[in-house]
């Protein structure tokens, strides 16, 4: 059983920061890649950032420049630094990982997700 668990979020004002964690515990073999997604009400979730194994990240379009995930290998851990938060990055923010739980089989898990709401 493998779980992921985010925390971090909460309430901002507008151009203020935020620091999302996840934390991956249970019957680990490897981590390969860690990410982050988001939605809002009414919208489809999207791609916030993702980060390999190797450090290798990758960003959606709305938030180049102003988020920045980073990862802590030996803790199965990923954060997202938020800064320069907007009202429009105001959504649930998932934790997402590729994970190896034996020698064959790799699934893709999901954590319960964090409230992140910007004000104006």
């Known amino acids: 059983q493998v779980q992921l668990v985010e925390s971090g979020g909460g309430l901002v004002q507008a151009g203020g920061s935020l620091r999302l964690s996840c934390v991956a515990s249970g019957s680990i073999f490897s981590i390969k890649d860690m990410g982050w997604y988001r939605q809002a009400p009414g919208k489809q979730r999207e791609l916030v950032a993702t980060i390999t194994s190797g450090g290798s990240t990758n960003y959606g379009d709305s938030v180049k420049g102003r988020l920045t995930i980073s990862r802590d290998n030996a803790k199965n851990t990923v954060h997202l630094q938020m800064s320069s938060l907007k009202p429009e990055d105001t959504a649930v923010y998932y934790c997402?990982?590729?994970?190896?739980?034996?020698?064959?089989?790799?699934?893709?898990?999901w954590g319960q997700g964090t409230q992140v709401t910007v004000s104006s």
């Open positions: 997402n990982a590729l994970i190896a739980v034996g020698l064959i089989s790799t699934n893709i898990y």
